[in-house]
């Protein structure tokens, strides 16, 4: 670590104060106290964590927020709902497609907020051993989008509404809200690399265990601020993974580690390092992201034809000729935004120059050290209070995947080994890629508040003379 531990320090007050925190991109509604901290917990101190009792507060924290973070078991079966309903759908206007999910929920990232990401493949689109990235026309792709969102927009009560078509993003999704469970969902058609995404994510969380807690606080971190969709030029989940990844990759070389600090504390430490290295170590102008090398100098490195004038620079692991970063082009605002949380958590100094005192005072009267960057949002829990009801209501759903598939991972504790249904034919619950792929993780990770778009797509349809929710759909161009 490149801080010095002497000026790591805080002081801890006793009840936090309830209050409503705005932010650019949305006002957000914290609650009364931070739900991940356990309250009587005893710490265990040992020699080491005894002489940097803030790194220890710091890995303690991290830890509780993990558990937190996890989804409920009732979260994720109200997933698995919203995936039959959507099979259920899809085979109504695509009757030889087959439902794929990928992302957060298939690798345990999701935040309770999280969108449910899925892909829809019609027959002889989804051989992931030969994928094209760009796999069919963008044109037929949109076409295949109005299609579908035209079946979710019946008259009278729908399952789904709040429905946008995104056809400005290089794929174009398909964005729309399940009514009953609030699960959001991300459709996008015929395009191939998520669930091969999704297979190269399960294998270097395995690699590197600490990496989930990073991933799961930066997300949250990034959704709070409005800096986490790339069709608004946010870092999506995919390219903020491959930069956790080539910070692994790249951590011996770039900073001076403490084994005794990293063994004790590799969360805390990790996590302060990495926004360390957000911020403080990277020239991102010269040199691009790689997860196999780190970095590559990017001065005449082109990709699909063009060169990327923006700040942040990815080059995809499963296919280095495309660059998953230029979409960030809001990434001076999150670095930025990086560089602010660091100040906040190691240089006292700076907390009354930068926090704004409602924070500061919620940090510190909480005993929270996340709570500096990060806020706890009462919609999370009502989230978690509608899922349980959910469940009370209605059947257990039916997609799974088989037992063996699902691991855990050190360092991320489950609350229920409940499968995910990856792929989804007729009959069929296998994984989506071969057979041989055995490297899955547990639904979990969870919480975080969700901040309002920087647009706002309500419907202006209302509802209909009865009281139900009458859907409309938006076109994003």
């Not at 509604?29 to 220890?56: C, D, H």
């Not at 979260?75 to 109504?92: G, Y």
């Not at 078509?165 to 459709?187: E, N």
Request: a negative charge.
């Amino acid at each position: 670590m490149d801080i010095n531990l002497d000026e790591f320090q805080s002081d801890y007050y006793d009840e936090p104060r309830k209050q409503t925190v705005k932010s650019g991109e949305g006002v957000f509604q914290p609650t009364s106290s931070v739900p991940w901290k356990k309250r009587g917990k005893k710490a265990k101190f040992t020699k080491i964590s005894s002489r940097y009792p803030l790194l220890k507060s710091l890995q303690d924290e991290i830890t509780d927020y993990m558990e937190y973070a996890n989804l409920t078991p009732e979260e994720n079966r109200a997933r698995l709902r919203v995936l039959d309903d959507l099979k259920e759908l899809v085979h109504r206007v695509f009757p030889e497609a087959d439902v794929h999910v990928f992302g957060s929920f298939a690798t345990n990232l999701s935040l309770p907020t999280s969108d449910l990401d899925v892909v829809i493949l019609q027959q002889g689109s989804s051989d992931t051993a030969h994928f094209d990235y760009m796999a069919g026309n963008k044109a037929d792709k949109i076409d295949l989008m109005d299609q579908l969102a035209a079946t979710m927009v019946p008259t009278g009560f729908s399952t789904y509404h709040a429905i946008q078509k995104i056809t400005r993003a290089k794929v174009p999704v398909l964005k729309t809200v399940h009514f009953s469970t609030g699960v959001k969902l991300d459709i996008s058609f015929n395009t191939t690399n998520g669930p091969a995404h999704t297979d190269m994510v399960r294998r270097y969380l395995l690699k590197y265990p600490v990496a989930r807690s990073i991933i799961t606080l930066m997300k949250h971190f990034l959704l709070q601020r409005g800096l986490n969709e790339p069709y608004t030029g946010g870092l999506g989940g995919y390219a903020l993974t491959c930069m956790v990844v080539s910070f692994f990759t790249t951590y011996d070389s770039v900073f001076s580690p403490d084994p005794q600090l990293l063994d004790e504390f590799p969360d805390a430490v990790y996590f302060l390092d990495f926004l360390d290295f957000v911020a403080h170590k990277v020239d991102f102008w010269k040199v691009g992201i790689s997860v196999k090398t780190g970095f590559f100098p990017r001065r005449g490195r082109v990709f699909d034809g063009q060169v990327n004038n923006n700040m942040l620079c990815i080059e995809d692991p499963q296919r280095p000729s495309s660059d998953i970063g230029s979409a960030a082009y809001a990434f001076d605002r999150i670095r930025s935004a990086v560089d602010n949380a660091y100040s906040l958590i190691v240089k006292p100094s700076m907390r009354s120059v930068v926090v704004p005192r409602q924070m500061e005072r919620r940090g510190i009267r909480t005993g929270s050290i996340l709570t500096r960057v990060l806020f706890a949002d009462s919609r999370v829990e009502a989230m978690r209070v509608k899922c349980v009801s959910v469940d009370t209501l209605t059947a257990p759903p039916s997609c799974s995947i088989p037992a063996s598939a699902a691991v855990s991972v050190q360092g991320s504790p489950s609350r229920e080994e409940t499968p995910v249904a990856l792929v989804m034919h007729d009959g069929d619950t296998s994984d989506s890629n071969d057979s041989t792929q055995s490297e899955s993780s547990t639904v979990g990770q969870s919480p975080s508040p969700t901040p309002a778009p920087e647009e706002v797509y309500e419907l202006s349809s209302g509802t209909d003379d009865e009281g139900h929710w009458s859907p409309g759909v938006i076109d994003i161009d």
